[in-house]
């Protein structure tokens, strides 16, 4: 019961980290949903005494990253979703979308995504370079150099918006 607990006090960072790499709150939601679910099925896999929130970020990237490739797919296969965009138009969706959005939601999504991530993982999430280098799978240096262009970046961005 401790794992399940654990697991549930872990969902707001969850739905954080989700929502900086999707850049949409809905798919953020079902993106933690699915690695909840995996999580859970997979808890054998969980090594008691190590972080579990790392473990967690693990899952969460990997299935975003297995996402987007399916999304390649589909694109190839399928017609645009923005080919029908025009059929409906929902004013309200588009106007509380836009008064979601704060000026810090805005710069991280204009980050390139490896910049978006190392910044999710250290400044949002808390964690420290190594552990942000072991879920990304990279060096430490590389990780580094992404949160010093990515802090640049959203100084630059939040400087203009000001």
Request: aromatic share 4%; proline share 2%; hydrophobic share 45%.
């Amino acid at each position: 019961m401790a794992f399940e607990s654990d697991l549930l006090a872990l969902v707001p960072r969850l739905r954080r980290f989700a929502a900086s790499l999707s850049r949409d709150r809905a798919d953020a939601d079902d993106l933690c949903q699915a690695a909840l679910e995996r999580a859970l099925r997979s808890r054998d896999q969980w090594r008691p005494g190590t972080r579990l929130d790392s473990w967690m970020y693990r899952i969460v990237r990997n299935l975003w990253i297995d996402e987007g490739r399916a999304r390649q797919r589909a694109a190839q296969t399928f017609v645009a979703e923005e080919a029908g965009a025009h059929v409906g138009h929902a004013g309200d969706r588009d106007v509380e979308a836009h008064m979601m959005l704060s000026d810090v939601d805005r710069a991280m999504q204009a980050l390139p995504d490896e910049q978006r991530e190392a910044i999710a993982l250290v400044l949002v999430e808390g964690l420290s370079y190594k552990e942000a280098a072991a879920i990304l799978g990279i060096p430490m240096g590389t990780l580094t150099s992404r949160l010093v262009r990515g802090r640049g970046a959203l100084i630059e961005i939040l400087g203009e918006a000001a």
